[in-house]
């Protein structure tokens, strides 16, 4: 899976809104439409704090819960 579309998946399953997910990152709306139709890719820190913080997904690296 790439990374736009990962960005993508966890969005929908977290229920949220492009728009939504955008105004709570802090980010514009089209950096997150370019990051999930991978016209640019995200910093790894992005995609991390994006998905644990915004989308409430649990990840854990090594053992070690980071969200």
């Known amino acids: 899976m790439k990374t736009g579309?990962?960005?993508?998946?966890?969005r929908k399953v977290?229920?949220?809104?492009q728009e939504r997910a955008?105004?709570?990152y802090g980010i514009g709306i089209r950096?997150?439409?370019?990051?999930?139709?991978?016209e640019h890719e995200?910093?790894?820190f992005d995609v991390l704090n994006l998905v644990t913080r915004v989308y409430g997904v649990d990840?854990?690296?090594g053992g070690?819960?980071?969200a």
């Not at 579309?5 to 966890?10: D, G, Q, T, V």
């Not at 977290?14 to 809104?17: A, E, N, Q, R």
């Not at 950096?31 to 991978?38: K, M, N, V, Y």
């Open 42 to 44: 995200p910093k790894f």
């Open 14 to 17: 977290s229920g949220k809104t």
């Open 31 to 38: 950096t997150l439409i370019a990051w999930e139709r991978g």
């Open 5 to 10: 579309e990962f960005l993508k998946h966890w």
């Open 64 to 66: 070690q819960g980071i």
């Open 59 to 61: 990840v854990e690296v």
């Open 22 to 24: 955008a105004m709570e």
